[in-house]
């Protein structure tokens, strides 16, 4: 995993995403800064058109450098560009402040760039505070909190030790974190993809995200995917979704309309599982020592076990089935479904 994200993420991302200068003259200049802060201090980043990569040191300082890079056909043009950007810095020791200033310079050519990337130092248990637009947000392992905004670009992050994690990113697809503790994500036109989790929350729309194994998951999301591995809690809800969860471990309550919604494995020592759905296909699978009282209503639909379940009623008339019952043992977990217009299968995991 380590390799994967360290190789794949900060190197082939950024010559993905590196400009292309095409004009006849480009020109560059560097900006750098470095402060004394304090080991927790907090670095706060703005900027546009290009990367931001984060690392941390074992050393008390926030340490700055900005290239910009302006290319053009027209000579004058570029040395004026290059002359109306630059830097702002400003703080203390417990915030210190990086902004790109531009002047407005009109331009009509095609073949006119600028790109201002940001390589940023900060101490080992520093802070981030980072917003960028048209270009990446970049970093390795960090131990502070982070408040990330990223427009137009990706983020490709290693792991997030701390506990407080604010991330919101807008069309930028293919974003990646090698794994995180605790985080509130909001995405819109992205597709992300998480490592090992804590605690994550989720508000997206036209976002695909994957998450790997953690504990509590929490979303709410509309048209995208949620696609997860082995999750022990996953609170729900959704329309236009592709759901797919590998194995749930614990408690599982989803509501979702206009979806589909596929449970790989119900582990043996789960809880219990309720969903609510309209205009939604359920298919799940449980271990075969998930012992449970189930309560299924269908309307203008089916449900179907290949398990052997024992039923107290089964009432089904033209519009409206009702199924109520137990696997294996009664009074232990309870799995609640009820769908509209979708049909529902519950069987044994392999």
């Not at 201090?41 to 058109?49: F, G, H, L, R, W």
């Not at 073949?111 to 940023?120: G, K």
Request: hydrophobic share 30%; aromatic share 10%.
């Amino acid at each position: 995993m380590k390799n994967l994200y360290s190789l794949i993420l900060f190197f082939v991302v950024l010559s993905g995403y590196a400009t292309e200068h095409n004009g006849k003259h480009t020109k560059q200049k560097t900006a750098k800064k470095s402060v004394a802060v304090n080991s927790d201090a907090t670095v706060d980043i703005s900027n546009k058109y290009g990367n931001v990569f984060v690392t941390t040191w074992n050393e008390d300082k926030i340490d700055i450098e900005v290239v910009i890079t302006v290319s053009g056909d027209d000579e004058s043009w570029v040395d004026k560009k290059l002359a109306s950007i630059s830097v702002d810095f400003n703080g203390s020791k417990s915030l210190y402040a990086a902004k790109t200033i531009f002047e407005k310079i009109s331009s009509s050519s095609r073949r006119n760039s600028v790109e201002i990337n940001y390589t940023v130092k900060i101490p080992k248990n520093g802070n981030v505070k980072i917003a960028n637009q048209y270009g990446n947000i970049l970093s390795h392992d960090l131990n502070g909190s982070t408040n990330i905004v990223c427009k137009y670009g990706k983020i490709a992050m290693g792991k997030l030790n701390n506990s407080i994690n604010i991330i919101k990113i807008d069309y930028c697809s293919k974003s990646t974190i090698e794994s995180l503790k605790n985080a509130v994500i909001n995405a819109k036109y992205s597709g992300l993809t998480i490592g090992s989790f804590s605690n994550l929350d989720i508000n997206s729309s036209y976002t695909d995200v994957v998450v790997l194994n953690g504990y509590s998951l929490k979303y709410a999301s509309n048209y995208g995917k949620i696609a997860t591995g082995k999750v022990n809690n996953i609170e729900g809800s959704g329309n236009y979704l592709s759901i797919k969860i590998d194995e749930i471990e614990n408690n599982l309550k989803l509501t979702t309309n206009y979806s589909n919604f596929s449970l790989n494995a119900v582990s043996a020592k789960a809880s219990n599982i309720s969903i609510t759905s309209g205009y939604t296909n359920i298919k799940m699978n449980h271990s075969p020592n998930y012992t449970f009282d189930f309560d299924v209503i269908t309307k203008y639909a089916n449900f179907k076990s290949e398990a052997p379940l024992e039923y107290n009623t089964r009432v089904e008339t033209n519009t409206t089935k009702s199924y109520t019952g137990f696997y294996k043992k009664s009074g232990t977990n309870k799995v609640t479904i009820t769908s509209n217009y979708g049909n529902v299968s519950l069987n044994l995991t392999n």
